[in-house]
């Protein structure tokens, strides 16, 4: 157990649908990265949130959001769903301090896009 | 481009013997390296991290680090059936996020 929780742990969606992804990170962690792994690859980083500001991102288009709440969890939101955004999103706690970082991730969300 | 290069597999090894696998990287710099498990379904589960050159041991895990070559590397020692699934090598530039490898497919066969 890393004590990353994200919910739902699994979601149909059709295409043009919103969706949410919800993250509860480990206590003590100030930072929340998500990532988006396509069956067959490792995980693609879509964006990181620390102290409650995006401070990076990956190559996903705008439609990809997200929020951190002063209690460090996080949201992941897509807009106007498409069916190559079937994955398994996983969200990852980590306390940054430069570059010896560990992240753990939470059990992850399987998103399914019809 | 920071990229993570790593045979897909699978990689099959009996029971009980050593099971290597192997990570190239792009881009010298500092970085930090990270070895996760994944079993089919679920998410990725951090195994080792290291920083520095050389080895680092923990219990039937090695990892080994060369930075000049650009390569880093996770011996698994008495491999058992329970090994089987898929490492994912990781690798942090500075305060980058993350960048995986697609993983290699490691088979442990009784």
């Given amino acids: ?114 | 481009q920071k990229e993570v290069e790593q045979n897909s597999g699978p990689l099959s090894v009996p029971e009980g013997a050593i099971a290597s696998l192997n990570c190239t990287y792009s881009d010298r710099g500092s970085q930090s390296f990270f070895w996760y498990r994944q079993y089919s379904g679920k998410s990725p589960e951090l195994i080792m991290f290291i920083y520095s050159n050389g080895d680092k041991e923990d219990g039937r895990f090695t990892a080994q680090l060369n930075k000049a070559s650009q390569y880093v590397s996770l011996l698994i020692r008495d491999s058992q059936p329970s090994d089987s699934a898929t490492y994912l090598c990781a690798v942090k530039w500075g305060n980058t996020p993350l960048v995986f490898g697609k993983g290699t497919r490691l088979s442990v066969i009784a």
Avoid at chain 1, 18 to 26: F, Y
């Fill in chain 1, 1 to 114: 157990e890393t004590g990353v929780t994200q919910s739902p742990t699994h979601l149909i969606k059709t295409r043009g649908q919103q969706v949410t992804l919800r993250c509860s990170s480990q206590s003590g962690h100030n930072t929340v990265s998500w990532y988006q792994q396509a069956l067959g690859q490792g995980p693609q980083f879509i964006f990181q949130y620390y102290r409650e500001e995006e401070n990076g991102r990956g190559n996903f288009p705008p439609r990809f959001s997200g929020l951190q709440f002063p209690n460090y969890s996080s949201e992941l939101n897509v807009n106007a769903l498409e069916l190559d955004d079937s994955a398994l999103y996983l969200c990852a706690s980590s306390f940054l301090r430069g570059q010896d970082t560990e992240a753990f991730f939470g059990q992850g969300t399987r998103l399914t896009v019809v």
